[in-house]
């Protein structure tokens, strides 16, 4: 009987994300409202302009420079680096513009569709492979798929036609299939990931641990597989871009971004706003992704392929910038996506509630973010 009910909750869950997505489509522009089009046309290619698509009159976010590259995806109109802000840095990014254009079946209106949709399709994927780890039928279960399903990076993502979302439904496939005894297949889903973005790469963790000489053999043609896709793609954007093709690569800063990030949520937003404010949503997400860090250092589940990724995430967390290390801009919770599943599928294996549920409910602060969100 309780399985029923937590699997009727869970397909509620689902419903309700699905009506919620849904009341962003507006007659005549569809579901473009999701990606963060900014009024105007400084930041439009023309293949766009005649294209009917949703503006925010005072608001814009990245997604729009990805669903624009889906209309050239080879990057062949100069009018394509105009319109972007950090053009190299975008181009690197290519998969799910590739991804969208095809599904879009190289029509201007239908691609923006695509894309604008892609993250929702990919949160519905990646809702049934996280059923393996941590199956919604027992509260524990339900409680953590939720946790990451509906987590502030999550949700991040999918509003804002991001590249998180779809970028972890392949982690999470090359999770799977190394649990699967399939290196050489996880390698290739991990090289297609590493197109999406370049930290999608450190999925490579996934790997088993090389222990002698043949094991360490055995995992050279895995990474070969895994960067060859990016190296071919690097090769052909240094014809387009040359000398400028690393420009406004992500800076890493050890442990700075982070700390400057908690100096001004602690010291400047909640000191101004107080703790029952958005500044205290923020440090909650600064909390939660801490504890996912201490946990991860606590249990050292060296064997377990999401463990491995996990951790290299959060060592990824003591280098990020300032700019994705504060929490105001809604990235250090989206790309540290992996980190979050990764703890809450180790957390599933916890036998003892007295170290479950305090370890969830710090771990998933996140959830707090939510509130946050106008529509979803």
């Known amino acids: 009987m309780r399985v029923w009910i937590y699997g009727s909750v869970s397909c509620a869950m689902v419903i309700l994300f699905v009506a919620s997505v849904a009341r962003f489509y507006h007659p005549g522009t569809g579901f473009t409202s999701l990606i963060g089009f900014p009024a105007g046309h400084d930041y439009e290619v023309p ?57 879009g079946l190289g029509r201007p209106a239908w691609i923006l569709e695509a894309y604008a949709l892609q993250n929702v399709v990919c949160w519905l994927i990646l809702a049934a492979l996280l059923t393996r780890w941590m199956p919604p039928t027992t509260g524990r279960g339900l409680a953590l798929w939720s946790a990451c399903l509906f987590s502030h990076g999550t949700l991040w993502s999918v509003r804002f036609a991001l590249l998180d979302v779809p970028s972890l439904t392949l982690t999470t496939l090359a ?17 297609i990931a590493g197109l999406g973005r370049e930290t999608n790469l450190l999925a490579l963790a996934s790997q088993p641990i090389p222990r002698d000489r043949r094991a360490w053999a055995r995992l050279l043609p895995v990474v070969f597989l895994a960067v060859l896709p990016m190296l ?25 971004g982070l700390i400057k990030g908690w100096q001004d949520v602690i010291f400047i937003d909640v000191k101004n706003g107080g703790l029952f404010s958005l500044a205290g949503v923020w440090l909650c997400l600064l909390i939660s992704v801490a504890v996912q860090a201490v946990y991860l250092l606590v249990r050292r589940e060296y064997e377990t392929p999401w463990w491995r990724v996990a951790i290299v995430y959060a060592l990824l967390m003591v280098f990020l910038d300032r700019v994705l290390a504060d929490p105001n801009t809604g990235a250090i919770t989206r790309v540290l996506l992996p980190m979050t599943v990764g703890f809450n599928v180790l957390l599933a294996s916890e036998t003892r509630w007295t170290r479950f549920w305090p370890w969830f409910a710090l771990g998933n602060l996140h959830l707090l973010g939510v509130a946050t969100f106008k529509g979803l």
């Open 47 to 103: 293949a766009m302009r005649g294209v009917p698509h949703y503006d925010y009159a005072d608001f814009s976010y990245d997604g729009q420079f990805y669903a624009q590259l889906a209309l050239d995806p080879l990057l062949r109109d100069q009018a394509t680096d105009r319109a972007m802000d950090m053009a190299p840095f975008r181009a690197r990014r290519i998969l799910f513009s590739w991804t969208a254009h095809a599904l």
């Open 175 to 191: 999770v799977v299939a190394v649990e699967k005894g399939r290196p050489l297949l996880s390698a290739v889903i991990i090289g």
């Open 232 to 256: 071919i793609w690097l090769d052909y954007l240094r014809s387009i871009y040359r000398s400028t093709l690393l420009a406004h690569t992500d800076q890493l800063m050890l442990g700075t």
